[in-house]
């Protein structure tokens, strides 16, 4: 009998994908060759570093807007361009780059500036105190000898704002005697400088830059690009970049929103073993997003009140009631060796999980017996625990 063999197939052979051209083209890392609907603030921030080309100083500036309204994407994208002119004309001119959500602390972003001024020089990452941090810095720009451009992205999560007062008066102080220091902090938060130091702000200056949010037409602009670079020719149907707008245009003009849905969209698709991105698609893709938005929120839940969500979870009922929570609650305590918090405590904890969107509690008037909330989960809970939540 002649011996059956199945010939074994390379798996990424049988996958394959025909939604995606260029999926980096969706992410917010992306830097487009053009960017719609910020020419204007575009052309502020290039103006703002011009003087840089000619070696001259420029000025400090904050730069304020909600998430996904191209403040990082503006910035970045001129810091490249300035970068191309400044190796076409030779001059002296380099820029850090900072993510404060990531690099928070005084010394970690010390280091990260020399790191990329002077490469060649390592600089440790532990065991010296804040002053040698200082004086290597200072040793480095004065022998760099140049304009130096800090973006410090998403500012307000720094720990401490005494570096932005250290490295505007850098020259003043006589601490670096070559070159200058020219800072750009980006935020999502518009009241951050009223919570940094006088002294601070006095010497970082007052200019600033506000970035409105995208209507619908300028998000259908972005996504139309973005779609040539990223999707197959084709597979979008003509719903699908106006509805992924729209709803972006709801939530303050969200840039980012609208691309990860029309990514989300591609995704299900592709799931699904379809030849084209359908409007259905990206209702599903909303519900995933916010799924998603939820399963972040509690995971940024303090401690106690994530136990009351728990007790929800674990009860499993729809419609279970305040005191049920309550109870469950305390034995999860009980199970954890904690002291439980009083009533009025978790009453306002499950107030605030109505308003976070993780569950909803409506009031139950029950007559004599008083009133109660009703309490039901809105996130699902198949996805609660395939994250391993608790």
């Known amino acids: 009998m002649e011996e059956y063999r199945e010939e074994k197939?390379?798996?990424?052979?049988?996958?394959?994908?025909?939604?995606?051209?260029?999926?980096?083209?969706?992410?917010?890392?992306?830097?487009p060759e053009r960017l719609v609907g910020r020419e204007k603030q575009t052309?502020?921030?290039?103006?703002?570093?011009?003087?840089?080309?000619?070696?001259?100083?420029?000025?400090?500036v904050f730069v304020y807007g909600k998430t996904g309204v191209g403040k990082t994407a503006v910035t970045k994208y001129v810091l490249l361009e300035l970068d191309k002119e400044v190796k076409k004309r030779g001059v002296n001119v380099k820029s850090v780059f900072v993510?404060?959500?990531?690099?928070?602390?005084?010394?970690?972003?010390?280091?990260?500036?020399?790191?990329?001024?002077?490469?060649?020089?390592?600089?440790?990452?532990?065991?010296?105190?804040?002053?040698?941090?200082?004086?290597?810095?200072?040793?480095?720009?004065?022998?760099?000898?140049?304009?130096?451009?800090?973006?410090?992205?998403?500012i307000d999560k720094m720990s401490e704002d005494s570096i932005l007062?250290?490295?505007?008066?850098?020259?003043?102080?006589?601490?670096?005697?070559?070159?200058?220091?020219?800072?750009?902090?980006?935020?999502?938060?518009?009241?951050?400088?009223?919570?940094?130091?006088?002294?601070?702000?006095?010497?970082?200056?007052?200019?600033?830059?506000?970035?409105?949010?995208?209507?619908?037409?300028?998000?259908?602009?972005?996504?139309?690009?973005?779609?040539?670079?990223?999707?197959e020719e084709g597979i979008i149907d003509d719903t699908v970049i106006p509805l992924c707008s729209a709803l972006a245009a709801q939530e303050h003009g969200d840039a980012r929103k609208a691309l990860m849905l029309l990514e989300y969209a591609g995704e299900i698709a592709a799931e699904k073993d379809r030849e084209r991105v359908r409007e259905e698609d990206v209702r599903e893709a909303q519900k995933r997003l916010e799924t998603d938005r939820l399963i972040e929120t509690i995971k940024?839940?303090?401690?106690?009140?994530?136990?009351?969500?728990?007790?929800?979870?674990?009860?499993?009922?729809?419609?279970?009631?305040?005191?049920?929570?309550?109870?469950?609650?305390?034995?999860?305590?009980?199970?954890?060796?904690?002291?439980?918090?009083?009533?009025?405590?978790?009453?306002?904890?499950?107030?605030?999980?109505?308003?976070?969107?993780?569950?909803?509690?409506k009031k139950v008037y029950k007559g004599r017996y008083g009133q109660t909330r009703k309490i039901t989960l809105n996130v699902p809970i198949a996805d609660i625990l395939a994250e391993g939540l608790f």
């Open 9 to 31: 197939k390379n798996l990424f052979e049988t996958v394959t994908d025909k939604i995606f051209k260029k999926r980096l083209a969706l992410s917010p890392e992306y830097i």
């Open 300 to 361: 940024t839940l303090p401690y106690h009140q994530r136990l009351v969500f728990q007790a929800v979870v674990k009860d499993g009922r729809i419609g279970t009631e305040t005191n049920d929570v309550y109870i469950a609650y305390t034995n999860l305590c009980n199970q954890k060796g904690l002291s439980p918090l009083t009533k009025i405590s978790i009453s306002n904890f499950i107030s605030e999980l109505d308003m976070l969107g993780l569950i909803s509690a």
């Open 99 to 154: 993510n404060c959500n990531q690099i928070k602390t005084t010394t970690k972003i010390i280091k990260r500036i020399c790191n990329v001024v002077s490469p060649e020089i390592e600089i440790p990452s532990t065991g010296i105190a804040t002053s040698e941090y200082y004086d290597r810095l200072w040793k480095i720009l004065n022998r760099f000898g140049g304009i130096l451009i800090v973006v410090l992205d998403e």
């Open 165 to 231: 007062y250290n490295l505007t008066r850098a020259r003043e102080n006589l601490d670096i005697t070559e070159g200058f220091i020219s800072i750009i902090g980006i935020s999502n938060d518009l009241t951050y400088k009223e919570r940094v130091d006088a002294r601070v702000i006095s010497s970082f200056g007052s200019r600033e830059f506000v970035f409105p949010p995208y209507d619908a037409i300028q998000l259908q602009k972005i996504l139309k690009d973005r779609v040539q670079i990223g999707f």
């Open 43 to 60: 052309k502020q921030v290039a103006s703002l570093l011009s003087p840089a080309l000619s070696g001259d100083k420029t000025n400090n």
